[in-house]
């Protein structure tokens, strides 16, 4: 039975009463609290299936820390398809982390109208539009990837279309699972 509770991590599945009662759960909480991250209610909504938590966690931080693409660049991307997806929770949490990263809120709150602003530059604004045609689902056109090709190296354009696509799918979970913004997200490290 779906839980009613407004504090729950999500309001389509019960709470796990003691997901640290699993050794594989309890090894990547263990994990993500010894990197001065908090664990969130997507990791609690995902301890329910604890492979799937790992996979996630995994790629999740391979994309912000072991990526060759500027943190700021990301953040920009996010959250401009936490925008366009209309995910309230991955705005809400990578708020916090762009302004981290060195976006400034102004940035932040132009990325919904990124076209007309003159807040973007270039790089930026090529960033931007590479995101929107991602989240589009009908490919790159040629134009487009040419562009963001002769400004980025390869290795980082796979980063950065992973990155969207990564967060594309967690929108998708969330809204589909009801992961809700909880005291941990709220309270949100940099991670």
Do not use: C
Request: charged fraction near 20%.
């Amino acid at each position: 039975m779906p839980s009613q509770d407004p504090t729950a991590p999500s309001r389509r599945l019960p709470t796990l009463e003691s997901p640290e009662s699993n050794p594989i759960v309890a090894n990547l909480f263990e994990q993500i609290v010894a990197r001065g991250a908090r664990v969130l209610n997507v990791h609690r909504t995902l301890a329910h299936a604890p492979n799937v938590l790992v996979g996630w966690s995994t790629l999740s931080a391979a994309l912000r820390h072991g990526s060759t693409l500027d943190r700021q660049l990301n953040e920009l991307a996010i959250m401009r398809q936490s925008h366009v997806m209309d995910s309230e929770y991955e705005g809400y949490v990578h708020r916090n982390m762009s302004l981290h990263a060195g976006l400034s809120a102004e940035k932040i709150d132009a990325v919904k109208t990124w076209e007309s602003s003159g807040l973007f530059n270039d790089l930026e604004k090529t960033v931007l539009r590479y995101t929107d045609a991602v989240i589009a689902g009908e490919g790159i056109p040629d134009e487009l990837y040419e562009d963001i090709t002769s400004k980025l190296p390869l290795p980082t354009v796979v980063e950065l279309t992973a990155s969207i696509s990564y967060f594309i799918g967690t929108t998708y979970l969330l809204k589909a699972l009801g992961v809700q913004v909880g005291a941990a997200e709220a309270q949100l490290s940099p991670g």
